[in-house]
């Protein structure tokens, strides 16, 4: 391991990468996903265009951003536009190939609560809430989740539904009429779950030295495993120079 | 005319007890000057209406201006939560209502274009719409699936705060647009603020910059450094150290009171806030030159 040592961050952030298209539209938030869309750019997916929320269209960021509406995502940028523009003519008039989501708690249906812990109108834990992510949810042609991989982050229902995944399954979804195809994979640091054909999430790939029963010794629900459970490939000394030495020099990420 | 006024005047004017606030601004442009001016002038009851209610409003439901929220995300932006709103929310002392940047954006689009609500499409999370009775279904008309509409929002006063103005309020911005220009068109009362004062020749040069038009503002206010510790696109950075510090600042009643006595009732104004900050501030945020291609609009007279 010593010659290719990686933290649980570096390891979903390179996993994401890897989801990436050349070419995919994607919607990105700061932090991890940032990092994962800008890594994809280096490697894979030169031709991969970041869209923030904040307005912002083909951003180059000069420096790590810091916030969403970091003023570095502007400068050299090939567009910004109005709030109501990127929610309407690019999300949902269908222009996003790829969102990103995560959330205090995603369920066996990649289901999403980022509101509330407890009752909405009693809350024992309010959260920040929506923000983007009902519509990115619903609208963007394909979602990936990152997250750490803990129980209480994967319960068997969320408390609260902030953004759909499968709702309970089957054809739900798709009777709600949404044109995005839903979560297709979270990322976590111990593996990756994909939604089967009924939308629940089951393993489908473990990091290299991780076991089925740690992720379903941190999983809320009874997890089922895909035929061919793969182990991802370790991230290479390539990714993580790029990421340590170039996206994040800093450390303030990763 | 010129509407040039001091901020306090402005506040005086325009914002009253009880009223609906929309201090605009994506991340970008926020007026924190005038949520401390607010805040000076001991403005109680407001409903505070913002996407992302940022410090300025966390700020301002510590001090006691706030009787509700109306917001769709109430997060730190890259550091956590806001500890007053959220307990607020949790202790049920703050009133609030909800919705996704989508919902909040739309309700201002449609307050902005004088109709009563505006469509959205179904996202298939029915439990915002289940706890907040303002979202509504409505059959499409044409024959589609059902759509989601919010209502109009028109708040009493929006601030926004911009790069340049003329003394009229002709508004150039750039950078992140966020809400900026449609608060100001939703809103019955508009307060710009401004880091430079420009001649209205300045404002022609480049009308295609201009987002807010003199017809819809009341009070044009001078106040550079207005939206520190957010940021004003070219003229000053984000400053993320405060952002972190908000953490410990806002972490009880006696550092927010250390905080508002020495940075809000300790200075006249913003200037005085800015001389305060220093010099190393000043150099932290300071941001180099990044500049456009000029265009050519065209010249039209017979030479």
């Known amino acids: ?254 | 005319m010129s509407k040039l006024v001091n901020l306090t005047e402005a506040i005086q004017s325009y914002v009253h007890d009880g009223d609906t606030v929309y201090a605009a601004g994506f991340t970008h442009l926020i007026p924190f000057a005038a949520g401390h001016e607010i805040i000076r002038q001991g403005r109680k009851d407001l409903t505070l209406a913002r996407a992302t209610p940022d410090l300025i409003y966390d700020l301002m439901v510590a001090a006691g201006c706030a009787r509700k929220v109306i917001f769709s995300y109430s997060g730190n932006p890259g550091v956590g939560s806001l500890k007053w709103l959220r307990e607020g929310i949790q202790n049920g002392t703050l009133e609030w209502e909800e919705y996704s940047h989508f919902g909040m954006i739309s309700r201002l689009q449609a307050g902005a274009s004088g109709l009563p609500f505006m469509p959205m499409r179904q996202t298939g999370a029915v439990d915002l719409e289940r706890v907040n009775p303002q979202y509504r279904r409505v059959k499409d008309p044409y024959g589609g699936d059902d759509i989601i509409v919010v209502p109009a929002l028109n708040p009493d006063v929006a601030i926004v705060h911009v790069q340049r103005a003329d003394s009229e309020g002709n508004a150039h911005i750039w950078g992140i647009l966020g809400e900026q220009r449609e608060a100001a068109f939703a809103a019955k009362h508009v307060i710009l603020t401004a880091e430079e004062i420009v001649d209205e020749s300045v404002i022609r040069s480049d009308p295609n910059r201009t987002l807010i038009p003199a017809m819809i503002v009341d009070a044009v206010c001078h106040v550079p450094f207005c939206a520190h510790p957010s940021y004003t696109q070219g003229y000053y950075d984000r400053d993320n150290e405060f952002y972190l510090a908000w953490e410990e600042i806002s972490k009880d009643e006696a550092s927010v009171k250390a905080y508002l006595d020495e940075w809000v009732f300790g200075v006249r104004d913003r200037a005085e806030y800015w001389q305060k900050l220093g010099a190393e501030t000043h150099r932290r945020l300071h941001v180099g030159e990044r500049l456009s291609t000029p265009v050519n609009y065209g010249s039209f007279t017979d030479e």
């Open chain 1, 1 to 254: 391991m010593s010659e290719a040592a990686y933290n649980a961050t570096e390891l979903m952030i390179i996993n994401a990468a890897r989801l990436l298209q050349d070419g995919d539209q994607v919607f990105v938030g700061v932090g991890i996903p940032n990092l994962a869309c800008n890594l994809a750019r280096r490697t894979h997916a030169p031709h991969l265009q970041m869209i923030y929320e904040a307005g912002v269209i083909g951003a180059q960021p000069e420096r790590l951003p810091l916030s969403i509406g970091d003023p570095t995502l502007v400068s050299g940028a090939l567009a910004v536009c109005s709030m109501f523009e990127i929610f309407s003519f690019y999300l949902q008039r269908g222009n996003i190939d790829v969102g990103f989501l995560g959330g205090a708690q995603i369920d066996q249906f990649g289901n999403i609560n980022a509101t509330v812990i407890g009752d909405y109108f009693h809350p024992k834990v309010r959260l920040p809430g929506s923000g983007g992510s009902m519509e990115i949810a619903a609208w963007a042609n394909r979602c990936y989740i990152i997250t750490p991989h803990q129980k209480r982050r994967f319960p068997a229902r969320v408390d609260f539904h902030t953004s759909i995944g499968f709702l309970e399954g089957g054809d739900a979804r798709a009777k709600t009429g949404v044109r995005g195809a839903g979560p297709q994979a979270v990322v976590t640091n111990l593996c990756i779950l994909k939604p089967n054909e009924q939308g629940e999430l089951i393993l489908a790939a473990l990091h290299p030295g991780c076991t089925f029963e740690e992720v379903q010794a941190n999983t809320g629900w009874q997890l089922k495993q895909a035929p061919h459970v793969e182990v991802t490939p370790a991230p290479t000394q390539e990714e993580l120079r790029i990421l340590r030495e170039e996206l994040d020099p800093q450390r303030i990420y990763i």
